[in-house]
C-alpha cells in the first residue's frame, strides 16, 4: 500500500507540473472544487518556508516513529492507517527532495482552506484511522 500511495503521489503531481501553470487555477465543480498549483517551500500554510533541512529531518523523525509504531502494532486496522500516514508522508518528503518544494494542488473552496495534494489526503485519512484505532483500544 505504501508503495502504491508514493506512485499515484508522484504522477499526479508530475500530471500537474506537465499541464498547470504555477498559481493557474482549473475550476472541476462550480464554485467548490478547484485544481490550483501552488509550489510550497514550507508545512501547511507554507509555515518554515524556505527551511527544507529542518523540514527533512523533521518529516525524517516523523516517518522513523510511524515506521516503530508500524512494527510495534499487528492490527490490520491501525496498519492500515499507518501505511496511509507513512504512504504520504514519503511522498511528500521525496517531492520535497527532488524539487525544493511540495507541489500542492487540491483546493476545496471553504473558508482558509489549504491548497493540497494526494499525499496529504492519504496523511488525513490515515492519521483519521489510526487514532480512532488509538482511542478505542486505549488500556
Known amino acids: ?21 504555477l498559481n493557474e487555477s482549473r475550476e472541476l465543480i462550480k464554485d467548490k472544487l478547484y485544481l490550483c498549483r501552488t509550489e510550497n517551500t514550507g508545512i501547511t500554510y507554507n509555515m518554515l518556508s524556505g527551511r527544507k533541512k ?9 516517518i522513523a516513529y510511524i515506521s516503530i509504531l508500524f512494527k ?34 487540491v483546493y ?8 493540497f495534494n494526494v499525499s496529504d489526503m492519504f496523511i488525513a485519512i490515515g492519521s483519521v484511522i489510526s487514532g480512532i484505532f488509538l482511542f478505542i483500544n486505549m488500556e
Open 108 to 115: 476545496i473552496k471553504h473558508r482558509k482552506a489549504p491548497v
Open 1 to 21: 500500500m505504501i508503495f502504491t500511495i508514493i506512485f499515484i503521489d508522484y504522477f499526479s503531481k508530475f500530471a500537474i507540473r506537465k499541464n498547470i501553470r
Open 54 to 62: 529542518l523540514i527533512i529531518f523533521l518529516n525524517s523523525v516523523f
Open 72 to 105: 510495534k502494532f499487528k492490527n490490520p486496522c491501525l496498519r492500515i492507517g499507518l501505511s496511509m500516514v507513512l504512504g504520504g508522508a514519503l511522498g511528500n518528503i521525496l517531492d520535497r527532495i527532488k524539487n525544493n518544494s511540495i507541489t500542492d494542488f
